[in-house]
């Protein structure tokens, strides 16, 4: 399989950091190819502005950086997103590759008729996230689920991938075990791809 995966945390020494490392060693391990896209590292503009709303004009060009990663993703098969979760929600730059690359035309359409078309071509998205609240709470608050939620349904599903993986690790900055149990987990997710 080919993998595209998206790292979103600014601090290159990062437990995520370590994730995408692990997932990558077990991705391989399977023969995978692997593209990886270090959001900050790469400076992607997550700011949707000026030719972006080119998506809602027939026959209108959008701005070569999203062109770019529309393509990266139609190589794909499987995408990968990897992130903390700040505030209930993934941080914003990577909330601003979705809102870029995802475009009407592209991921998802309308017909004229008002009929809606999942376009995505993808055959997996595979979701890793870290939180320093406790999974209990995130799970008793029912914080994890409405970020399933959203990711799985109201993002990807919306465009059309049947199969969405979200793996979640809380207590991230003090428990050890558990960070050595994901790190695990990301290389056999990745073993097993």
């Not at 972006?52 to 393509?71: C, T, Y």
Request: net charge negative; proline share 4%.
């Amino acid at each position: 399989m080919k993998w595209y995966i998206l790292l979103a945390h600014p601090n290159p020494g990062s437990f995520n950091h370590a994730v995408c490392d692990a997932f990558v060693q077990g991705l391989q391990k399977a023969g995978s190819e692997v593209k990886i896209n270090d959001l900050y590292a790469s400076g992607f503009n997550p700011l949707m502005r000026g030719s972006d709303f080119n998506q809602f004009i027939h026959g209108a060009r959008l701005p070569d950086d999203v062109l770019s990663e529309q393509a990266i993703v139609d190589w794909a098969d499987g995408l990968a997103l990897i992130y903390p979760v700040w505030w209930n929600e993934a941080p914003a730059i990577l909330k601003g590759w979705i809102d870029r690359v995802l475009t009407k035309g592209w991921a998802y359409d309308i017909s004229p008729e008002g009929e809606f078309l999942a376009l995505l071509k993808l055959q997996q998205v595979v979701i890793f996230n870290t939180a320093d609240n406790p999974e209990e709470l995130l799970e008793e608050q029912g914080l994890n689920q409405a970020a399933q939620l959203t990711k799985s349904l109201g993002t990807f599903g919306f465009c059309g991938v049947q199969s969405v993986t979200h793996h979640i690790l809380g207590n991230v900055s003090s428990d050890e075990t558990g960070r050595l149990n994901f790190l695990e987990k990301a290389r056999q997710t990745g073993c097993t791809r």
